[in-house]
Structure formats: C-alpha cells, structure tokens
C-alpha cells in the first residue's frame, strides 16, 4: 500500500480513489442505503400512506436504481463529454427536485 502512494507513476490516480471514496462517504449516501429499511418502515407507518411496497422491496429499488445508474454512467461516459453530462445531470436534477416539490405541495 506504501509503495503506491509514494511511487511517481501511481501516487495521482491512488489519491485521486482515496478522495473520490472520502467525499462518497461523506455525500450521505452510505447513511441512506444502510438505513433504507427503517426510512422506508417511517413512512409506511405513516398515518394515510398509500405505500404499495414493502419497505425491503423498496431497498431493494434503491440498489437496482443505484446499480443502473452506475450501469448507465459507465457507457455515458464513453457517448458525451464531461461538460454536458454535467449540466444535463444538474438540469435532471433540477427538474426531479421540483417535481418532488410539487407533488409534495399538492398532496
């Protein structure tokens, strides 16, 4: 492991992983999907929730979801360029956070 983070030729990309991993982690993700089930037992247990899923089969569409975006990141990569990834990410974002919005305001 020392030999990597102090060799010339890989010293870049090592620490490059290491932060990658570090800001992961620190984004909160992790804490969503260990404590999925309980999220997801909340709001089932909430009064009036019209849930159709259990909460295991909702984790369960969190790590397919997170599987084919990681899927479909992989080929993107290869199609766009990092410039328009980026801004069509932050438009869809954008727009899924309104929508929750509104969806949220009119129920």
Do not use: C
């Not at 089969?57 to 790590?63: A, H, K, L, P, R």
């Amino acid at each position: 492991m020392w030999r990597t983070l102090t060799d010339p030729n890989l010293r870049g990309s090592t620490w490059m992983a290491i932060f990658v991993s570090v800001f992961n982690i620190l984004s909160g993700i992790s804490i969503v999907t260990v404590y999925a089930i309980i999220i997801f037992e909340k709001l089932l247990n909430q009064k009036g929730s019209a849930a159709r899923l259990t909460s295991k089969q909702d984790s369960y569409f969190v790590g397919f979801a997170s599987l084919m975006g990681a899927i479909l990141s992989y080929y993107s990569v290869a199609i766009f360029s990092r410039r328009a990834i980026f801004i069509g990410g932050h438009f869809f974002m954008g727009v899924l956070l309104v929508m929750s919005g509104y969806y949220i305001h009119i129920k």
